[in-house]
C-alpha cells in the first residue's frame, strides 16, 4: 500500500502536467480555428491551359444569331458520380450552386426521370438518368442538367459484402474500426467491379445518357419509365452543335474518359456513323474532374493504342491529323491535398496513358476545399472525408466551373483566392 501511495504521489505532478497540456493544445486549437476562420487562408493553385466556364457556353446560347425559329445551340450539362453508394438527387447541391452562381433562378417544375436500359438485356437496368432544366428570368438562358446514377448496376452484387456490415458480426469490431470498414466496403468494391464485369455495363449507361443529351431537345425528351436511345435511329450528330460538359467525382473521371474513348473509336469503325464520326472530329468536350483518380485507376491496365503521338494527331496541320477522334477533350483535374482518394495529373500523363487520337489538354486545380486545423499542437490536419466530397460546395470551384479561368470573365473569388499559372504548348 505505501509503495503504491508513493508511487501516486510521484507521478501526481506528471499527470497534472500532461492534463495542463493537454488543456493548453484543447484551448490554442479552438483559438487558432478561430483565428482561421476569419480569414480563408485555403491554398488555390491553378497550373494549365486555359479553359472556358459554363457562363462562355450560356452567353454563346444568348447571342445566337441564328434565323429566327432556328434551334439555338444548349447548354447539357451531365453529372457521373463515383465511388460509393449514390441514390437520384445526389447532385442537388452541385446543380443549384452552378444555377445560382450562373443566375438561373427559375427550373422546370417537373424533372425527368429515365431508367436506362439495352434492347438485347431489357432485364438488366442500367440506372437512372434524372433531367432538371435551369433558366433565367427571361428565358434567353438555360442550362439542361443530367445526372447519371449508375449505382444499381453494382448493387446487388456488393450484396455479398452484407454480412460482414451487419449486427451479427459487426459488433465485434471497435468503434471506430467498424466505421472504418463499412467506408472501405462502401468504396473499394466499386472499382474492382469496375475494372471487372461491371465495366460494360457502366460505360454504357454514360453512352446511353450522351444519347439522350445529343439526341432530343428538352420538350421532346420522354417524362419517365424505361427507355432506350439508338444513336443510329434518332440521328444524334444533328445536335452535336450544342455545348456537352462532364461533371465527374472520384471515379467518374475514370468512367467518363474511357466511355469517350470508346465511343469515338466505335463511331468511327462503323460505316453506319461515319456521320457522327466526321462531327466528333471537330466537336470540344470539357470534363471537370472533382477529386480526380486517373493516375490510380491507371495501374495495372494496358496503355492505349496510339500513345505520344498528340502534336502530331491534334495540329491542323500534323502529319497524323486524319486519325483525329475528337476535336478536343478538355480535363480539368480538381484534387484537395488532403483528399486520400484524389490524385494530380502529371504533364506527361496525358501523352504517356491517354489516346492520343481524342486530343486531351490538361488544366490541375490544386487546392482545399477542407480546412485545415492545428491537431492540439501536434501538427495540423484536414478532415479526408470532407476533402474528399466538399467539392461541390466550395465557391472556388463552382466559380471555376461557372466562369473558367483565362478570360476577363473569371469569378472574382478566383481571381482574389488562386495563384494562375499558363502553361504553353510545345510549338506543333
Not at 171 to 182: D, G, P, Q, S, Y
Not at 226 to 235: F, G, Q, S
Not at 405 to 428: A, F, H, L, N
Amino acid at each position: 500500500m505505501f509503495t503504491f501511495r508513493c508511487l501516486v504521489i510521484l507521478l501526481l505532478p506528471v499527470l497534472l502536467a500532461g492534463c495542463a497540456g493537454i488543456a493548453k493544445g484543447v484551448a490554442q486549437a479552438v483559438l487558432e480555428k478561430k483565428e482561421t476562420s476569419k480569414a480563408d487562408t485555403r491554398q488555390c493553385y491553378v497550373r494549365g491551359r486555359p479553359f472556358e466556364g459554363l457562363e462562355t457556353f450560356l452567353g454563346e446560347e444568348e447571342n445566337d444569331t441564328s434565323e429566327l425559329g432556328a434551334k439555338r445551340p444548349d447548354l447539357k450539362v451531365l453529372m457521373v458520380h463515383g465511388m460509393g453508394s449514390h441514390q437520384p438527387g445526389y447532385s442537388a447541391r452541385m446543380a443549384e450552386n452552378l444555377a445560382r452562381a450562373l443566375s438561373l433562378n427559375r427550373v422546370q417544375e417537373q424533372y425527368k426521370e429515365l431508367t436506362l436500359s439495352r434492347p438485347h438485356d431489357p432485364e438488366r437496368e442500367l440506372g437512372n438518368l434524372r433531367i432538371s432544366r435551369f433558366l433565367n428570368d427571361d428565358g434567353t438562358r438555360s442550362m439542361i442538367f443530367y445526372e447519371l446514377t449508375w449505382y444499381s448496376i453494382i448493387e446487388r452484387e456488393k450484396q455479398s459484402l452484407s454480412f460482414d456490415n451487419s449486427e451479427e458480426y459487426a459488433f465485434r469490431r471497435a468503434t471506430v474500426n467498424r466505421m472504418l470498414k463499412e467506408f472501405v466496403n462502401d468504396t473499394v468494391p466499386d472499382v474492382l467491379m469496375y475494372n471487372g464485369t461491371s465495366q460494360e455495363k457502366i460505360q454504357s449507361a454514360v453512352a446511353q445518357s450522351l444519347c439522350w443529351m445529343m439526341a432530343r431537345e428538352w420538350e421532346d425528351l420522354p417524362g419517365t419509365g424505361a427507355d432506350y436511345c439508338d444513336p443510329l435511329r434518332e440521328n444524334v450528330h444533328k445536335n452535336l452543335d450544342d455545348r456537352f460538359v462532364f461533371i465527374t467525382h472520384s471515379l467518374g473521371s475514370r468512367i467518363v474518359v474511357d466511355t469517350m474513348q470508346y465511343l469515338a473509336t466505335l463511331a468511327q469503325s462503323d460505316p453506319r456513323m461515319s456521320a457522327c464520326a466526321d462531327a466528333l472530329k471537330h466537336k470540344k468536350f470539357t470534363v471537370f474532374m472533382l477529386s480526380n483518380q486517373l493516375p490510380l485507376l491507371q495501374l495495372g491496365r494496358p496503355v492505349p493504342e496510339i500513345t505520344g503521338q498528340i502534336a502530331a494527331i491534334c495540329s491542323p496541320t500534323g502529319p497524323r491529323s486524319a486519325e483525329r477522334l475528337l476535336g478536343e477533350l478538355k480535363l480539368v483535374a480538381f484534387s484537395d491535398p488532403n483528399d486520400l482518394f484524389s490524385y494530380p495529373l502529371p504533364p506527361r500523363f496525358l501523352d504517356e496513358y491517354l489516346d492520343s487520337r481524342i486530343c486531351p489538354t490538361l488544366t490541375n486545380v490544386i487546392l482545399n476545399v477542407a480546412p485545415v486545423n492545428d491537431l492540439f499542437g501536434l501538427g495540423d490536419m484536414a478532415n479526408p472525408m470532407s476533402a474528399h466530397i466538399s467539392y461541390d460546395n466550395d465557391s472556388r470551384v463552382i466559380g471555376l466551373i461557372a466562369r473558367g479561368i483565362g478570360s476577363p470573365d473569371t469569378d472574382p473569388k478566383v481571381k482574389e483566392c488562386c495563384t494562375w499559372i499558363e502553361t504553353v504548348p510545345e510549338k506543333q
